[in-house]
């Protein structure tokens, strides 16, 4: 039965979101499939009566709670993804009791909304990072600027089981919502609901096969999952987990995954042709292994695919290319075509017979722990999904103990090549360009350290290796760790982006570097001198007040990383958040700049020696 409903969830096009494990009785409202454990139908069997949901007209889904009724807009794995009540037309913004949400024992309000709120009279719950989001209008079109962002996934504010009305305390007069998917920047407008069951029931929930997990917002609220090798509900009551697996390239369910039996007679012929070719070639391996020198220590990925099939499936879950394919467009990987060699690994340049434009990071691998660390945080990372993340295009494991990850490659370029050209007059990277190239990295740092779990860090940021730029200057960063051993602990990886960060900011200022930058930077700042290291083709006194303004603050910012990032007093998420407070200010010269600038405490921190800067 439940091999008929997952072909049925996959074979919908009509809407792909939708393709979650359909319920038992194969409802639909119109063309949408109804996903488990919500049902039209009451006689169909479900966990619970709370997740009846009527049609309308064929085309519309509604979700009673209490006595709300909530237009459906979308479903999710863990939840529902809901309108306002009574909404008609495009409103912008709703009251702050309009939702009428009461929690209960089988929905709550998800952690994956960002609420967007207006007419605030205290602005200290506004987070600034989360407004680095596309988050759309009611009309489908950008929602522009908003008054107040604060992500309900920051527990410092609101708490799991408060409602909307909360906001009113610090005088918010209406908000928006949308849902942002943990991996995601691209925000839908609605109220996501986080459903679950109650784990206190008398019957047994889970199915064989499947691990029972908590519910996030829903207290002593579960859900079931399958187990990995399995899909399905994962549910005693509903449709439970079957077994998958990849068979000839195909992903397969159910008896497809089992071998096919042999008759013992076919089994005989084939052993009496097969096995004068297996002795044959097993001498010949043999023979090539006595040759071939070992290091102590080492293994081969090929031995490790049989113990990680299901892992690197899933962590690659992109293209998979064959070495050939890498090898052809990076010239055979020689030097001229190197971008990086650190202890990250090498990363060359390259094209693919389409001519789309790579980076192929290599990593060693020299042990089983590696691999699967590795494996891991390239699941990890591919499920990223940020404007200004390089994109993760795939994985290759033929060659030997080296893995090779595919990342794009903006044709524009690094964002060191297009600094010099600056200051050698063929291109003028302006102000303007720098400093949101400068906000964009501060922010996909602060994402992959604050929103990920579990965080990943950099190890080496610099613009002529990993910070790249695509054709309208938009950031694209590259590089990430992926292999965590040798690389510090928690402490040194936070200092180590922070200082890196500074550094990089210098540079931008600068449009150049050099070995005792940090030092001559700061004396040249400490003495009222900061113009003498702005990049000359930016002509610092020609600029607008409001520009100078601007460098002197973001020289502030790299001050503050470079001498306190090490005793963590400052932190990527703060860079950030000043840095899109700037780059939204633009060319405004209100109060609210004016006083920014003016509690600046750049002279108060220089006034100690550049010898005392942490240098990691």
């Known amino acids: 039965m439940l091999l008929a409903l997952l072909l049925v969830s996959f074979t919908l096009s009509s809407r792909p979101v939708m393709s979650l494990v359909p319920n038992q009785c194969n409802d639909q409202c119109g063309t949408i499939q109804i996903p488990f454990p919500f049902h039209l139908n009451i006689s169909c069997p479900s966990i619970s009566t709370a997740f009846h949901i009527s049609c309308l007209n064929s085309t519309t889904l509604y979700l009673h709670i209490g006595f709300k009724t909530y237009r459906v807009l979308d479903f999710f794995s863990d939840g529902v993804l809901v309108d306002f009540p009574g909404t008609t037309g495009c409103r912008q913004y709703n009251d702050l009791n309009a939702f009428g949400f009461t929690k209960n024992d089988h929905f709550g309000i998800s952690g994956d909304n960002v609420l967007g709120l207006y007419d605030c009279e205290d602005s200290s719950l506004c987070k600034a990072a989360c407004e680095t989001n596309d988050l759309p209008g009611c009309d489908g079109n950008n929602g522009g600027s908003l008054g107040c962002c604060y992500p309900l996934s920051d527990h410092s504010i609101w708490h799991f089981g408060d409602g909307f009305s909360f906001f009113s305390k610090f005088g918010c007069r209406g908000f928006t919502s949308w849902v942002v998917s943990r991996g995601t920047n691209t925000g839908k407008r609605g109220v996501k609901l986080e459903w679950a069951i109650p784990r206190n029931i008398s019957d047994r929930i889970c199915a064989n096969n499947a691990d029972m997990e908590n519910a996030t917002t829903i207290e002593a609220g579960v859900r079931c999952l399958c187990k990995d090798g399995f ?26 995954c089992d071998r096919p039996k042999h008759s013992h007679k076919k089994l005989v012929i084939l052993a009496g042709v097969l096995a004068p070719i297996f002795i044959l070639v097993s001498l010949f391996l043999f023979l090539c292994i006595l040759k071939r020198p070992v290091k102590p220590g080492s293994f081969q990925l090929d031995q490790a695919r049989y113990n990680s099939t299901l892992s690197f499936r899933k962590g690659c879950r992109t293209r998979l ?4 394919e890498l090898d052809e467009a990076t010239r055979a990987f020689e030097d001229s075509q190197m971008l990086v060699n650190d202890k990250n690994g090498t990363i060359h340049a390259g094209i693919l017979s389409d001519g789309s434009h790579i980076a192929v990071q290599k990593v060693q691998c020299e042990t089983e722990r590696d ?97 790249f730029l695509d054709v309208d200057f938009s950031v694209k960063v590259s590089g990430f760790a992926l292999l965590s051993s040798g690389c510090g602990d928690g402490h040194n990886n936070y200092e180590n982006n922070v200082y890196d960060f500074g550094l990089l900011l210098l540079e931008i200022i600068s449009g150049t570097k050099y070995t005792d930058m940090p030092t001559v930077a700061l004396e040249k700042i400490k003495s009222g001198k900061l113009e003498e290291i702005v ?82």
Request: contains cysteine; glycine residues 8%.
């Open 535 to 616: 990049d000359p083709s930016l002509y610092y006194h020609e600029q607008p007040i409001t520009h100078r303004e601007q460098i002197e603050i973001v020289a502030d910012i790299a001050t503050r990383c470079l001498l306190f990032g090490a005793d963590e007093k400052i932190g990527m998420i703060d860079v950030a958040k000043e840095l899109v407070h700037i780059a939204k200010e633009g060319n405004k010269k209100g109060p609210e700049f004016e006083e920014t600038f003016s509690n600046s405490s750049l002279l108060q921190m220089i006034s100690m020696s550049p010898d005392s800067i942490h240098v990691p």
């Open 231 to 256: 899909v399905g509900d994962g549910f005693a009551k509903g449709a439970g987990c079957i077994k998958s697996c990849i068979k000839e390239g195909q992903e397969a369910y159910g008896k497809e």
């Open 321 to 324: 290319f064959s070495y050939r």
């Open 371 to 467: 691999l699967i660390d590795v494996l891991s945080r390239i699941e990890l990372i591919s499920s990223v999904v940020h404007r200004n993340l390089a994109r993760l295009v795939g994985c290759c494991i033929e060659s030997g103990s080296t893995l090779l990850v595919v990342y794009e490659y903006p044709a524009n370029g690094t964002l060191e090549k297009h600094l010099q050209y600056s200051r050698g007059q063929k291109f003028v990277l302006d102000w303007y360009k720098r400093l949101r190239i400068a906000t964009e990295i501060a922010s996909i740092l602060a994402y992959m350290q604050y929103e990920i779990a579990p965080p990943i860090f950099h190890h080496g940021l610099k613009s002529s290796d990993y910070v």
